[in-house]
């Protein structure tokens, strides 16, 4: 029984990482989505907000959950038994943050392996802070993000919230 966890800000969830969790929950037991909250990022949604979008996003498949979380993600990983932490990669920048960061939990917590899952070639130029500036130009981003997320960017604009 492996269980894995896939943090991350999600600041907005994208097709690319509805694609790794697809992919990740045919491999391990059960994979918990941690929308880590305690970023010093200024987010565009809050963490309930995207905790819902993804919520929505994986309601069909029972061995993924989605979790908020306010401490660091190897803790959590210790928390919920999980001995994976994934991330997904899409070039060589994301590699070198990325293994950067992979260094610091493992010596953070030996018991936690980081597995990098490669991005899909149709998902490679996703990006969550792209999806937004395309959206406050009016751009489409129906194809880059699921509708319920769509329809989440949009009303923020219509909110006049950037
Ligand atoms: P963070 O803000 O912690 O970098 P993100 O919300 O941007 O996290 O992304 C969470 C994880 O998903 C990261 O490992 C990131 O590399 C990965 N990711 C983001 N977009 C894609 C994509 N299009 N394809 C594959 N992995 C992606």
Same mark, same amino acid.
């Given at each position: 029984?492996?269980?894995? %966890?896939?943090?991350?800000? +999600? ?9 790794? %969790?697809?992919?990740? *929950? *045919?491999?391990?037991?059960?994979? +918990? ?11 565009? +949604?809050?963490p309930e907000?995207?905790? #819902? ?5 994986? @309601? #069909? ?28 990669? *899409?070039? %060589? ?26 991005? #899909?070639? @149709? ?6 802070s792209a %999806? @937004? ?21 949009k009303k ?5 919230? *950037?």
């Amino acid at each position: 029984m492996v269980k894995a %966890i896939f943090p991350g800000s +999600f600041d907005p969830p994208t097709n690319g990482h509805l694609n790794v %969790i697809e992919r990740a *929950r *045919r491999i391990y037991n059960e994979v +918990f989505v941690v929308v880590a909250t305690n970023s010093e990022k200024k987010t565009m +949604f809050t963490p309930e907000e995207r905790y #819902d979008m993804l919520c929505e996003m994986v @309601k #069909d498949w029972k061995n993924v959950s989605v979790r908020l979380c306010d401490t660091l993600v190897v803790e959590y990983a210790k928390q919920v038994g999980a001995s994976v932490l994934i991330r997904g990669l *899409r070039n %060589i920048d994301d590699f070198s943050y990325e293994f950067d960061l992979s260094m610091m939990n493992k010596t953070l917590n030996p018991d936690v392996e980081t597995v990098f899952m490669p991005t #899909d070639p @149709k998902y490679f130029v996703l990006r969550s802070s792209a %999806i @937004k500036e395309l959206a406050a130009y009016g751009g489409d981003i129906s194809s880059m993000v699921p509708g319920v997320v769509a329809e989440a960017v949009k009303k923020k604009f219509s909110s006049g919230i *950037r």
